[in-house]
T-cell receptor
């Protein structure tokens, strides 16, 4: 069993819909939680960063962490075709080793 | 002004050859990493260097040897390439601030034929 589980998708939504992504994890030592976006043939880029439990909002993006359930989510409001990409969750304990989920491919159709 | 740059972007080579990938970051970060991304998009850490010192060495065949001449550079040399080495290799860097995320390069797509 992988430390971080993420549904690979693809997740297809119409433009303007809310995209809902999530990851589950098994390591209770994880404290830092991130979401990365990766376009085809590009490197991952950091979208959202959260420490411990709680919510964080940045424009159209909201990240949620529920440490008691070992579950994190990313919501994208008013989705655009340019949001079509693979979204990777990532997390780490104290120290620098970042562990990634397998990524969810998202397709926003015009 | 690229923050983390890797060369080459594409590499096609025959089985048994030896090849190197280079990475440079201009962010002033102390820690650099090599990740391997397979065909299913799963990113797996291979190595990590902090100020030229190897701090993470995951279960990777010893045909893979990283080298960090200074904290801005991290290279990856691969001996006796095998078909299963075909993947995209990403370099990344981060600051010592434990709250920091990683900045990734654009990747090197390695195809072994």
């Amino acid at each position: 069993q992988k430390e971080v589980e993420q549904d690979p998708g693809p997740l297809s939504v119409p433009e303007g819909a809310i995209v809902s992504l999530n990851c589950t994890y098994s390591n209770s030592a994880f404290q830092y939680f991130m979401w990365y976006r990766q376009y085809s043939r590009k490197g991952p880029e950091l979208l959202m960063y959260t420490y411990s439990s709680g919510n964080k909002e940045d424009g159209r993006f909201t990240a949620q962490v529920d440490k008691s359930s070992k579950y994190i989510s990313l919501f994208i409001r008013d989705s655009q075709p340019s949001d079509s990409a693979t979204y990777l969750c990532a997390m780490k304990a104290a120290g620098n080793k970042l562990t990634f989920g397998g990524g969810t491919r998202v397709l926003v159709k015009p | 002004d690229t923050a983390v740059s890797q060369t080459p972007k594409y590499l096609v080579t025959q089985m048994g050859n030896d090849k190197s990938i280079k990475c440079e970051q201009n962010l002033g970060h102390d820690t650099m990493y090599w990740y391997k991304q397979d065909s299913k998009k799963f990113l797996k850490i291979m190595f990590s260097y902090n100020n030229k010192e190897l701090i993470i060495n995951e279960t990777v065949p010893n045909r893979f040897s990283p080298k960090s001449p200074d904290k801005a550079h991290l290279n990856l040399h691969i001996n006796s390439l095998e078909l299963g080495d075909s993947a995209v290799y990403f370099c990344a860097s981060s600051s010592e601030d434990r709250a920091g995320g990683y900045t990734f390069g654009s990747g090197t797509r390695l195809t072994v034929v």
